[in-house]
């Protein structure tokens, strides 16, 4: 079964600036799409960022130009670089492992960023 565990998330002034992390545990990392989601209480999940096998990325016209996401496939990881984060960025973000028509989460990790 598909695992995956989300670690740097935290409390950061705005302006400031996170690396998440997402390791997975199934060998099927490396021919998935990678995602980073994010919700608030009350709201729909909404996706931020996605990373194709190949690496191809699309993001949220919401923190275009402020996270980067990137992978290591040797080492079954994602990453979200997040730069210039502002208070509206505060929610829980989860990484998924994307397959074969079939989705996998994470547990996620909250981001708090303070005004």
């Known amino acids: 079964q598909v695992q995956l565990e989300e670690s740097g998330g935290g409390l950061v002034q705005a302006g400031g600036s996170l690396r998440l992390s997402c390791a997975a545990s199934?060998?099927?990392?490396?021919?998935?799409?990678m995602g980073w989601y994010r919700q608030v209480p009350g709201k729909k999940r909404e996706v931020v960022a996605e990373?194709?096998?190949?690496?191809?990325?699309t993001y949220a016209d919401s923190v275009k130009g402020r996270f980067t996401i990137s992978r290591d496939n040797a080492k079954s990881m994602v990453y979200l670089q997040m730069n210039s984060l502002k208070p509206e960025d505060t929610a829980v973000y989860s990484c998924?492992?994307?397959?074969?028509?079939?989705?996998?989460w994470g547990q996620g990790t909250q981001v708090t960023v303070s005004s």
């Open positions: 998924s492992l994307n397959i074969w028509g079939s989705k996998y």
């Open positions: 199934d060998s099927i990392f490396s021919v998935s799409i």
């Open positions: 990373i194709t096998a190949e690496g191809g990325t």
